[in-house]
């Protein structure tokens, strides 16, 4: 490990070693761990996450963390989070229920805000917190939360809610967030909270493991989302190493030669030292709970809310914010007790899988509500790729209707993956198993299995009354031509305040900075307006000129009928 010098994390490893050591009693029911990467791609860790791909880990960054848990482990090659956008993902994999069911698709989701975002979320929803809390746990949250509530709000007991907020981007980045002008930057020596991460977490630990009562932890971290940041030593590290790869050029100049763009979103020596501070953080979490006597009573869960924004996804298709496999397939490993060592499992999981797990393996004897959409991954941990994952759908579905994207629903079903263009109806088909990147699109040669996932997704979506793409963008709209009645009746409401009692020439200086920023308010509205009338025109499966839209024939939606398995899929 790293030697760090920075009083932060000397204090932080003076306080974990005074633990070390200690003998601890274990609960009888077994602990859970979430540790949750943002923005974290499928081929980001120096762990392969498929068995003889060697695209499918990186051959510059050092995750031996990642690594260690792997060989405790099994992992999940077809590891999926909810959403491409972290949003979304994090609210399902709280709830166990598809993005589709809970009617949050998107990041600002303009119909869920409509609802209120409190109210978006049905009262009878029980969150995973809720869940453990009901199985007797103690449950935490540390790190960034979801957009709906505070930690405290949906059940946890032990949390780090910092101020006003969710404790979203920002958190990572400044002290406090709140007002603008107050803002300050957190310390050089705690990039992206990641070593009071680890403290929290590590301290928690600690605490629950002097008690007999088990706990849920969930470790929410704000790293790799931009703006990205990391130890200086650290970065100096992977300056000397030998090159990647995918390194460029310009990641070499030094920072004062780099645009602030540069530094905080694209640098990849930077982005390098900080997934390996984050995974350091992995270790000192295993570290402790090895030190207490409860590494082989600890389910740990390392993944990722959504696919990488910034280095590129191995062999596969895409990445943040669209649904080829590059923004919904994840770094997905777990180990536990009740896990296989140091394997590999094709069988496809996915993150709102966990709720029902943990309430399984918790042996909880409360009841869960009745429309959650994941299955217990029991029976897979135990046999790997001959086990099988009992949801109450056959096939995972997937509801992206965003206004500032391609807008895609897509479902997956054994080793078919269908993806449907929301404004033109087009459909691509992939065999997933044999074709990772999706370049070889099936719908015209295989029209029976295309209609087949077409009619599951399009049962399923209908179901639960999934958000439309219209709906979306009637909504973004009228959401936006409001903000701009609100700038004009703000400017002249502030004019009207702030000059009473002025001179003429306080009122001439007085309106020049309203305009200003009024002009400032309206350009952004008008260019956000524009960009949704665009997205409303993409006919393309990604957006922009990323690719060219095929001429796939569209395969009709078929009419509602009961599930008939004519054909093996």
Avoid at 139 to 144: D, I, P, V
Avoid at 360 to 369: E, F, G, M, N
Avoid at 401 to 415: E, Q, S, V
């Amino acid at each position: 490990m790293l030697k760090y010098v920075s009083n932060f994390k000397k204090g932080f490893t003076t306080a974990f070693l005074l633990f070390m050591g200690l003998g601890l009693n274990a609960a009888e029911k077994p602990n859970f761990i979430v540790f949750y990467m943002d923005d974290l791609g499928w081929a980001d860790t120096s762990h392969e996450m498929k068995k003889g791909i060697e695209e499918s880990k990186s051959d510059f960054h050092e995750t031996p963390n990642v690594e260690r848990l792997a060989k405790q482990g099994m992992t999940f090659t077809q590891g999926y989070s909810p959403a491409p956008t972290c949003t979304p993902s994090r609210i399902s994999i709280h709830y166990g229920k598809t993005n589709a069911r809970l009617g949050y698709t998107t990041v600002h989701d303009v119909l869920a805000n409509n609802r209120g975002l409190k109210e978006s979320i049905p009262k009878d929803n029980k969150s995973i917190a809720q869940v453990m809390n009901e199985a007797g746990y103690t449950t935490a949250h540390f790190g960034k939360g979801i957009a709906i509530a505070k930690p405290q709000e949906i059940g946890y007991q032990v949390h780090d809610a910092y101020d006003v907020g969710d404790n979203g981007n920002y958190h990572g980045d400044y002290v406090k967030i709140a007002p603008e002008k107050e803002r300050e930057k957190l310390p050089v020596d705690n990039p992206k909270r990641i070593y009071s991460l680890t403290k929290s977490t590590v301290d928690f630990v600690n605490k629950q493991s002097k008690t007999e009562k088990p706990f849920f932890m969930m470790v929410s971290h704000y790293a790799v989302h931009v703006p990205h940041a990391a130890s200086p030593e650290v970065i100096e590290k992977y300056r000397k190493k030998k090159r990647g790869k995918h390194l460029r050029d310009e990641d070499y100049l030094d920072p004062s030669e780099m645009t602030v763009g540069q530094r905080t979103c694209t640098w990849r020596l930077q982005y390098a030292a900080m997934l390996e501070e984050a995974d350091m953080n992995l270790g000192a979490i295993m570290d402790a709970l090895e030190a207490n006597g409860q590494a082989d009573n600890t389910y740990i869960v390392f993944t990722s809310d959504n696919g990488g924004g910034l280095t590129p996804n191995g062999v596969l298709t895409g990445g943040k914010a669209n649904l080829f496999e590059g923004g919904l397939r994840v770094p997905t490993i777990i180990a536990g007790p009740k896990v296989l060592k140091n394997q590999y499992c094709d069988v496809p999981v996915i993150q709102w899988d966990l709720l029902t797990t943990f309430h399984d393996l918790s042996d909880s004897s409360a009841p869960l509500p009745s429309d959650v959409d994941g299955g217990s991954l029991r029976n897979v941990f135990a046999k790997g790729n001959a086990g099988k994952v009992k949801r109450p759908n056959e096939g995972i579905v997937f509801n992206y209707p965003y206004y500032a994207a391609a807008p895609i629903n897509a479902i997956i079903m054994g080793k078919y993956k269908l993806m449907r263009q929301l404004n033109t109806g087009e459909i691509k088909l992939f065999n997933i198993d044999e074709d990772l990147a999706e370049k070889n699109n099936l719908a015209q040669e295989k029209p029976e299995i295309a209609a087949r996932l077409a009619q599951e997704m399009d049962s399923y979506l209908s179901e639960v009354n999934a958000p439309k793409i219209e709906d979306v963008y009637e909504a973004r709209l009228t959401e936006l031509a409001n903000w701009m009645k609100e700038a004009k009746h703000n400017y002249k409401n502030n004019l009207e305040i702030r000059s009473r009692n002025k001179s003429a020439s306080e009122i001439t200086q007085i309106k020049a900075l309203l305009q200003k920023k009024y002009d400032a308010d309206m350009a952004r509205f008008s260019k956000s307006t524009e960009h949704c009338k665009m997205q409303m025109r993409n006919r393309n499966f990604i957006g922009g000129n990323y690719e060219k839209s095929s001429t796939t024939k569209k395969v009709e939606k078929p009419v509602k009928t009961k599930k008939q398995k004519t054909f093996s899929i």
